[in-house]
């Protein structure tokens, strides 16, 4: 397995040509957003299987999660691809499947995994709509350097659209969205190419994380290359914003894209490492305003 260590410091920055922004958690206040999701997602979970999940256990199990000395992961095809805790949506799949261990039920992993993805697809359509205070204000001072500014994204494109829609930033018209990104599948893009090939499978965070994360997620790097083709930019003029290390910023950061995480208030140890150790070419802020000063150049 070719597996790097995450120690990028020295690597020279470039100008800023290209901004890719993710959205939920980044642009959004995610812990409001998603109570209406978690109550559906509860509600549905408990009318498959027959029986509440609330009495199942499905509190016990989720204290166990969030206060675990361990490094609970969302699994997907045998590897943890993402912290179970970082969001609503990730914290009750991951708790869902630790339910459905216990209870011995859905014991075939690849049904359950299309299950408790079709229940996230049901939910995330009544999930509220909670932007940032700053989120208009920055997205407008973003679309007002003329650079190209797109937000890629797990959840399905028309949401995402609907949701900016509402918000109104000005300049709209030219914000591009990916969305169905699956960021989360660690796998071949359909068109390898000699950028991806050259990364490593995995990188580690010396000291703060045991488990390696792992960096081939090419449906992701597809969304990515498309953006490069079209704006004839490259990852080294790129700036990604994400809340989510593993999810939004890993890979990118490995293909040489200068990288902005936006903290969540349960951002992991592990995170803040591997954002020090890029040196200039990684910043992190709760603020989404924190973007802005690294255009300049």
Same mark, same amino acid.
């Given at each position: 397995?070719?597996?790097?260590?995450?120690?990028?410091?020295?690597?020279?920055?470039?100008?800023?040509?290209?901004?890719?922004?993710?959205?939920?958690?980044?642009?959004?206040?995610?812990?409001?957003?998603?109570?209406? =999701?978690?109550?559906?997602?509860?509600?549905?979970?408990?009318?498959?299987?027959?029986?509440?999940?609330?009495?199942?256990?499905?509190?016990?199990?989720? &204290?166990?999660?969030?206060?675990?000395?361990?490094?609970?992961?969302?699994?997907?095809?045998?590897?943890? *691809?993402? !912290?179970? *805790?970082?969001?609503? =949506?990730?914290?009750?799949?991951?708790?869902?499947?630790?339910?459905?261990?216990?209870?011995?039920?859905?014991?075939?992993?690849?049904?359950? /995994?299309?299950?408790?993805? *079709?229940?996230?697809?049901?939910?995330?359509?009544? /999930?509220?709509?909670?932007?940032?205070?700053?989120?208009?204000?920055?997205?407008?001072?973003?679309?007002?350097?003329?650079? !190209?500014?797109?937000?890629?994204?797990?959840?399905?494109?028309?949401?995402?659209?609907?949701?900016?829609?509402?918000?109104?930033?000005?300049?709209?018209?030219?914000?591009?969205?990916?969305?169905?990104?699956?960021?989360?599948?660690?796998? !071949?893009?359909?068109?390898?190419?000699?950028?991806?090939?050259?990364?490593? &499978?995995?990188?580690?965070?010396?000291?703060?994380?045991?488990?390696?994360?792992?960096?081939?997620?090419?449906?992701? =790097?597809?969304?990515?290359?498309?953006?490069?083709?079209?704006?004839?930019?490259?990852?080294?003029?790129?700036?990604?914003?994400?809340?989510?290390? &593993?999810?939004?910023?890993?890979?990118? /950061?490995?293909?040489?894209?200068?990288?902005?995480?936006?903290?969540?208030?349960? /951002?992991?140890?592990? &995170?803040?490492?591997?954002?020090?150790?890029?040196?200039?070419?990684?910043?992190?802020?709760?603020?989404?305003?924190?973007?802005?000063?690294?255009?300049?150049?």
């Amino acid at each position: 397995m070719h597996t790097a260590r995450l120690d990028c410091e020295g690597m020279a920055t470039m100008a800023i040509r290209c901004v890719v922004l993710d959205f939920d958690g980044t642009f959004t206040d995610v812990v409001a957003e998603g109570t209406p =999701y978690v109550e559906h997602f509860r509600r549905r979970l408990s009318e498959l299987l027959g029986r509440d999940v609330e009495d199942a256990g499905w509190a016990q199990e989720e &204290e166990r999660v969030l206060h675990s000395s361990e490094e609970p992961g969302w699994e997907v095809a045998g590897r943890v *691809v993402a !912290p179970a *805790v970082a969001d609503p =949506y990730l914290l009750s799949n991951f708790v869902a499947r630790r339910l459905c261990d216990r209870l011995g039920v859905l014991t075939d992993l690849a049904e359950r /995994a299309e299950l408790l993805n *079709v229940l996230y697809r049901e939910a995330y359509v009544l /999930a509220g709509v909670a932007f940032k205070p700053e989120a208009r204000e920055v997205l407008e001072a973003l679309l007002d350097t003329g650079l !190209p500014v797109h937000v890629v994204t797990n959840a399905h494109t028309d949401t995402v659209e609907a949701k900016l829609t509402k918000l109104a930033p000005r300049g709209r018209e030219r914000l591009r969205v990916s969305g169905d990104a699956r960021k989360f599948l660690v796998e !071949p893009p359909a068109e390898p190419d000699a950028r991806f090939g050259a990364l490593p &499978e995995t990188t580690r965070v010396e000291g703060a994380l045991k488990r390696p994360i792992h960096l081939r997620r090419g449906h992701y =790097y597809e969304a990515l290359r498309r953006i490069w083709r079209d704006t004839g930019t490259t990852p080294e003029t790129t700036l990604v914003a994400g809340d989510i290390f &593993e999810l939004d910023l890993a890979m990118p /950061a490995a293909l040489g894209a200068q990288v902005q995480f936006v903290t969540r208030h349960n /951002a992991l140890e592990y &995170e803040r490492r591997a954002i020090l150790a890029l040196g200039d070419r990684g910043g992190m802020d709760p603020s989404l305003r924190a973007i802005l000063p690294r255009l300049v150049g």
